[in-house]
């Protein structure tokens, strides 16, 4: 079974700081793999997803993230970030052929001034 | 375009008792699903339909959880009777159909479920 591990359950960073949100994976078959954040009291929103070809994926909000296979990570990164960036952050993994996602515990990421 | 549509958005009722969910996914999404987020964890996939059909409810409670999509648009999930440990933010989401959904899952704002 497929399987996410979030290592970090807060990351607190002052605003304008950089930050990286680590996600480990296990899977024995390819991969697709997702980020996606959630605004208190909201539902969840897509990210960045990686399907295939390049390993460096941009996604919305001035994220990025890196796919790499022989870590089997996929750590979510952001150069500077803003208060508007607090929220909880997922990763999560497709399995199966039937579009189903498996979720990490989440990272609960707050911007302090 | 509107988004996946749920209701209500707060619930509170005593433990024993039954409780209904809706959701209205985004039009044209012939995918819909059902995921419980207890506080603290990550979203767990309950049900998954495709149109009116089941896919996927290995993760469902069937002893108390019940799901129905009967027209294959909105969908109703329902609970009874509830227990503590039900107590949860229930989220819906849709898709379009693979490949063409490039596997994007669009989630409502989910319901708040207390149970007391």
């Known amino acids: 079974a497929q399987s996410v591990t979030q290592l970090d359950s807060q990351v607190p960073v002052f605003e304008e700081a950089p930050v990286e949100l680590r996600c480990n994976y296990s899977?024995?078959?390819?991969?697709?793999l997702f980020w996606y954040v959630q605004y208190p009291n909201q539902g969840l929103q897509l990210l960045l997803k990686?399907?295939?070809?390049?390993?460096l994926v941009k996604g919305i909000n001035g994220f990025e993230a890196e796919f790499n296979k022989s870590q089997t990570s996929f750590h979510l990164r952001k150069p500077s970030v803003h208060i508007s960036d607090t929220a909880e952050y997922f990763c999560?993994?497709?399995?199966?052929?039937?579009?189903?996602?498996?979720f990490g515990t989440g990272t609960q990421l707050k911007v302090e001034l | 375009e509107a988004g996946v549509a749920q209701s209500p958005r707060y619930k509170i009722i005593e433990k024993r008792q039954s409780v209904a969910f809706w959701c209205n996914p985004i039009?044209?999404?012939?995918?819909l699903y059902w995921y419980q987020q207890i506080l603290g964890q990550g979203p767990k996939l309950l049900i998954q339909?495709?149109?009116?059909?089941?896919?996927?409810d290995s993760q469902l409670p069937k002893d108390r959880f019940s799901a129905e999509r009967l027209k294959g648009v909105d969908s109703t999930l329902k609970i009874q009777p509830a227990k503590l440990e039900d107590s949860a933010v229930y989220l819906c989401?849709?898709?379009?159909?693979?490949?063409?959904?490039?596997?994007?899952?669009?989630f409502g704002p989910g319901t708040r479920l207390t149970v007391t």
């Open positions: 989401a849709s898709s379009l159909d693979l490949p063409v959904s490039s596997y994007e899952q669009y």
């Open positions: 899977s024995s078959v390819s991969v697709y």
């Open positions: 990686y399907l295939s070809g390049s390993t």
């Open positions: 999560a993994v497709l399995t199966g052929g039937g579009n189903k996602l498996t």
């Open positions: 039009s044209g999404h012939a995918t």
């Open positions: 339909f495709q149109n009116n059909g089941v896919v996927d």
